[in-house]
């Protein structure tokens, strides 16, 4: 199956520091999706993003297809963005697979 | 609201017991997911049904059962069999064209 390989594994950044979090993939995916998960564990669409570029605030996503790989990009970055970022994909008809994550620590 | 649900969202389990979690949905979504989540580590399938009356294993599978009777529901049962159940317990859903997937709050599964 497709391996998802996310980096960095740990990220502590000052509050108002932007941040670049990268997600490769072994193999081309027709579905991406970028996931927060709070420290309660509740997992958050952030972005379904296959393709192209997408912006939701200070968040923004852009995945590479050719390439095979995604990057999600976190802008003024604030405590509440502190948790876990997982990136998932898979290809038609075959399970989502999951990245290990990257874990962010925004300190005040 | 629309949303996913689980339930409950701590439950212990004794030595040799079977529990059920539950999870439904009000999301009219065909497919339903279970999830499993160790401390540190990202989230690995155990089973999916992308139709009511119909379910398919996922990596771990072993020592866990499922059922979807009804679109809205898909219960998870942690058997006997699963010797080391202690963790986070992850339920989603999606569309019939298996793209985003939206899920529920959690179920942490420790044995006492």
């Known amino acids: 199956g497709i391996q998802v390989e996310q980096s960095p594994p740990d990220l502590i950044l000052q509050e108002g520091a932007n941040s670049t979090l990268r997600c490769n993939f072994s193999?081309?995916?027709?579905?991406l999706q970028w996931f927060h998960q709070n420290p309660w564990g509740q997992l958050i669409n952030l972005f379904y993003?296959?393709?192209g570029t997408k912006q939701n605030g200070r968040l923004s996503a852009t995945t590479v297809a050719t390439e095979r790989y995604s990057l999600l990009y976190i802008s003024s970055s604030q405590t509440t963005d502190s948790g876990v970022y997982f990136c998932?994909?898979?290809?038609?008809?075959?399970?989502?697979?999951f990245g290990a994550g990257t874990r962010l620590t925004v300190k005040p | 609201d629309g949303g996913i649900t689980q339930s409950p969202k701590y439950l212990f389990r004794k030595e040799g017991q079977n529990v059920t979690l539950s999870c439904e949905q009000n999301?009219?979504?065909?497919?339903m997911y279970w999830y499993r989540q160790d401390p540190g580590q990202g989230l690995r399938l155990i089973y999916y049904?992308?139709?009511?009356?119909?379910?398919q294993k996922g990596d771990i599978a072993e020592g866990y059962s499922v059922s979807r009777e009804k679109k809205e529901s898909f219960p998870l049962t942690v058997t006997s069999a699963q010797k080391n159940p202690t963790a986070f317990y992850l339920c989603a859903s999606s569309g019939s064209g298996q793209e985003t997937q939206y899920f529920g709050p959690g179920t942490r599964l420790l044995v006492l």
């Open positions: 998932a994909g898979n290809q038609v008809g075959n399970d989502m697979r």
């Open positions: 049904s992308q139709i009511v009356n119909d379910f």
């Open positions: 993003i296959p393709s």
């Open positions: 193999d081309s995916v027709n579905n």
């Open positions: 999301l009219n979504h065909d497919a």
